[in-house]
């Protein structure tokens, strides 16, 4: 069964101190994977898009990288409006079928 | 630009009523449409997905049904609401499948 996982389910940084969230998956044919950021009762926020192991993708103090295993969304220096939750999602054969993760919940103090 | 709305933002019903939650894209033609369901704590999970006008593919089997009358309105609904039908439900548009998918604000659904 296609899964998705995301680790750690929560992470509480200090402003300036850097770190990276993970996402691995099981899903047969990764075709891609999207990143997302949603914040409280709001719906998720697109981020990135990943094809292929090796891509990288940059947004300000956001990097998400892809390998053939698993991706990696680094935060750089991380603000508190960073806070929030970042999912992943992934599909296969069924473009129109995302596998989400539970998200990683990120709070970013002063 | 493309907008999403989704109405209404919050929703209490009783057990055994109606629904109906309705989803409109503006800016966009022809646009894939999606409902999920997000659980606290947990991932969005795909209910149903449209790509085009009259066709729905179902992905959970359960009380709820959608249908798109037009272009870029897609509607969710129930005869009867079951307690488990509760959590928070997102529309989704996207240019096509394997592109990014692009959620609305969301209706948070409490049954009592």
């Known amino acids: 069964e296609d899964q998705v996982t995301q680790s750690p389910e929560a992470l509480r940084l200090q402003e300036g101190e850097s770190s990276s969230l993970n996402c691995s998956y099981t899903?047969?044919?990764?075709?891609?994977l999207f990143w997302y950021r949603q914040d409280p009762g709001k719906g998720p926020e697109f981020l990135f898009t990943?094809?292929?192991a090796g891509e990288e993708k940059e947004k300000e103090r956001l990097k998400a990288t892809l390998t053939k295993k698993e991706s990696f969304l680094h935060i750089t220096a991380p603000k508190p409006e960073d806070s929030a939750t970042y999912l992943c999602?992934?599909?296969?054969?069924?473009?129109?079928?995302?596998?989400f993760g539970a998200g990683t919940r990120l709070a970013v103090h002063p | 630009s493309q907008t999403i709305h989704q109405w209404p933002a919050t929703l209490v019903q009783p057990v055994g009523s109606p629904l109906s939650l309705e989803c409109t894209v503006e800016?966009?033609?022809?646009?894939?449409l999606y409902w999920y369901r997000q659980a606290a704590g947990r991932g969005l999970q795909l209910l149903f997905y449209?790509?085009?006008?009259?066709?729905i593919s179902s992905e959970v089997p359960q009380n709820l049904s959608a249908s798109r009358p037009q272009d870029r309105q897609f509607i969710l609904s129930s005869k009867k609401l079951l307690l488990s039908d509760s959590g928070f439900y997102l529309c989704?548009?996207?240019?096509?499948?394997?592109?990014?998918?692009?959620f609305g604000d969301g209706t948070r659904l409490s049954i009592l």
């Open positions: 989704a548009w996207s240019v096509e499948g394997g592109q990014p998918q692009h």
């Open positions: 899903v047969s044919g990764l075709r891609g």
């Open positions: 990943l094809y292929s």
């Open positions: 999602a992934g599909f296969s054969g069924g473009y129109n079928k995302l596998i």
């Open positions: 800016g966009t033609s022809n646009p894939n």
């Open positions: 449209s790509v085009g006008i009259g066709q």
